[in-house]
């Protein structure tokens, strides 16, 4: 399987600063692209009682473990650049732990809305998609950068 995805890359377009710019630009597309979904919904004017407030919690949620997961470097994962402080790498991969289960946490909680929703409408739909794509945008900034170029 890795040869294959080895044959299928773009020669320059996936190195050093392009592909951190390809990455950041398709991270912070999805990252707008899920917050304007709900702030679409939110100027429709629907009721509290077909969205009540509690809904927008998922997205923040999910924005804090999208910071989270991308404050730590993989250099301080490795122990290479982060050896001082209280917990040194081993506190850098708890934080990284935490932040993967807050993302998570959000998506099944969205995912719980639309299941579980009194009411069969398209906002709890919306919240989903918000989600996901938060945590699609968390991913791909974190696992599609390269750090090597800043150290």
């Keep these: 399987m890795s040869t294959i995805m080895e044959n299928l890359r773009c020669g320059e377009c ?3 600063e392009r592909r951190n ?3 950041s630009v398709i991270a912070g597309f999805l990252f707008f692209t899920g917050w304007w979904l709900i702030i679409d919904v ?4 629907p009721s509290s009682a077909e969205f ?3 809904y927008y919690v998922c997205g923040v949620m999910g924005s804090l473990g999208l910071f989270m997961i991308n404050s730590v470097s993989n250099g301080q994962l490795r122990g290479d650049a982060f050896t001082e402080g209280c917990m040194g790498p081993r506190g850098a991969r708890l934080w990284l732990f935490v932040g993967f289960v807050v993302g998570f946490a959000s998506l099944i909680a969205s995912g719980w809305i639309v299941l579980g929703g009194h ?4 906002y709890q739909i919306a919240v989903f ?3 996901l ?3 699609a945008s968390g991913l791909v900034y974190k696992f599609g950068r390269s750090e090597d170029l800043w150290g």
């Design 14 to 16: 996936l190195e050093g």
């Design 21 to 23: 710019m390809i990455s």
């Design 42 to 45: 939110a100027a429709q004017g």
């Design 52 to 54: 009540p407030v509690s």
């Design 119 to 122: 009411g069969n409408n398209g």
């Design 129 to 131: 998609v918000q989600n």
């Design 133 to 135: 794509f938060i945590f």
